[in-house]
């Protein structure tokens, strides 16, 4: 069982795949098998970073069971050793109307490739499937760019994720009356959750927050200029007080036209321009994610010691 990482961004286009391909090329270049997955299931374009224009089998030939296989549709790359990819699909199988229990026969396959790491190229949006996704691997990434709409969007997406995740856990750990109010109710903030934890269930209200102490996404800044008025700290701070979530900032990539000329050669951009700008920060971002892995933050509770902390006082 490999490690399960994530990419999301809420808003399209901000340069997921790019980061994706790149970040698997570098994990691949250090011995690692890896596995790309596009979870774009309507709007699938991972493959054509390859040069792969009608991909065959994709995903959905796992998700109709045409395989019983995910590893029969992961797709290798001649010029790169261990780095594989599963394309999506761009057919009916519409990312909202997937299935739960496809969903959930999906994620258990992922987490059982056969690879050292399996990296999550997440669909744009908020829906459940995304958040869900995006929430069960072991890492998590966000991408934004400095406009104000990609900031906004991921705000948003990691909000939302962070009511996810505590609604998850609350769902499968309250019972009768609390969590059926709990679970048919929508909520737009981390506040408004913790309150609805009833004052009687004080313990649930303490385990929601150690929960919430166990959601530390990171962060990457794609296409970052010299002119943008975007600083990140400002996102990390307004995080923090709203949500109570530390965001750690892995990389800023430049904007830099090469990033455009290596998708149209098929190539990620660390292999077509070694030297550029944008693989320069690109290789950074990977060796301060490597780091991470390497040594995940001590002083952090597993979500298990979190509840067997909140439980035990
Ligand atoms: N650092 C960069 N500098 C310049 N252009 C970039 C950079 N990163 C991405 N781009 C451009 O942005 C486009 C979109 O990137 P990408 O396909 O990775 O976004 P995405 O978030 O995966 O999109 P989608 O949500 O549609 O899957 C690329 O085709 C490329 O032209
Ligand atoms: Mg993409």
Redo the contacts with the bound molecule.
């Keep these: 069982m490999g490690t399960l990482l994530s990419i999301a ?1 809420g ?10 391909s790149n970040l698997a090329l570098q994990f691949s270049r250090q011995g690692q098998k890896v596995v790309l997955v596009d979870l ?1 299931i309507g ?1 699938a ?2 493959h054509i ?1 390859f040069g792969n224009l009608s991909p065959s089998p994709t995903l959905s030939d796992f998700l109709e069971r045409h395989t019983d296989s995910l590893d029969a549709v992961v797709h290798t790359i001649s010029w790169a050793k261990g780095l594989g990819y599963i394309p999506g699909t761009g057919n009916t199988l519409g990312g909202g109307n997937l299935l739960h229990s496809k969903k959930l026969r999906l994620l258990r396959h992922l987490k059982n490739l056969d690879a050292d790491i399996v990296i999550l ?1 997440c ?2 949006g908020t829906n459940y499937h995304t958040l869900d996704f995006f929430l069960a691997a072991d890492v998590q990434i966000t ?1 934004a760019t400095p406009d104000p709409t990609s900031v906004i969007e991921v705000y948003r997406f990691i909000k939302l994720a962070a009511i996810r995740k505590l609604m998850t856990h609350l769902s499968v750990r309250l019972h009768g009356e609390v969590r059926h109010s709990l679970v048919n109710q929508e909520f737009s903030n981390i506040q408004e959750v913790l309150d609805a934890c009833s004052p009687t269930h004080e313990v649930q209200k303490t385990e929601a927050l150690a929960i919430l102490g166990t959601f530390d996404p990171y962060f990457i800044l ?2 970052a200029n010299a002119r943008h008025k975007f600083s990140t700290s400002s996102l990390q701070q307004v995080l923090l007080k709203f949500l109570g979530t530390e965001l750690v900032v892995l990389g800023e ?8 000329h290596s ?1 149209r050669n098929y190539l990620p951009v660390i292999d077509w321009a070694p030297d550029s700008p ?1 693989s320069i920060a690109l290789t950074q971002t990977f060796y301060a994610l490597q780091q991470r892995l390497l040594m995940p933050n001590p002083d952090r509770p597993s979500p298990a010691e979190a509840i067997q902390h909140t439980t035990n006082s």
Aim: charged share 20%; proline share 6%.
């Design positions: 961004s808003k399209g286009g901000v340069g997921k795949s790019v980061i994706a774009d709007g374009n991972l970073l190229d669909a744009p991408v794609n296409r990539i430049p904007h830099d036209d090469v990033v455009t998708i944008a």
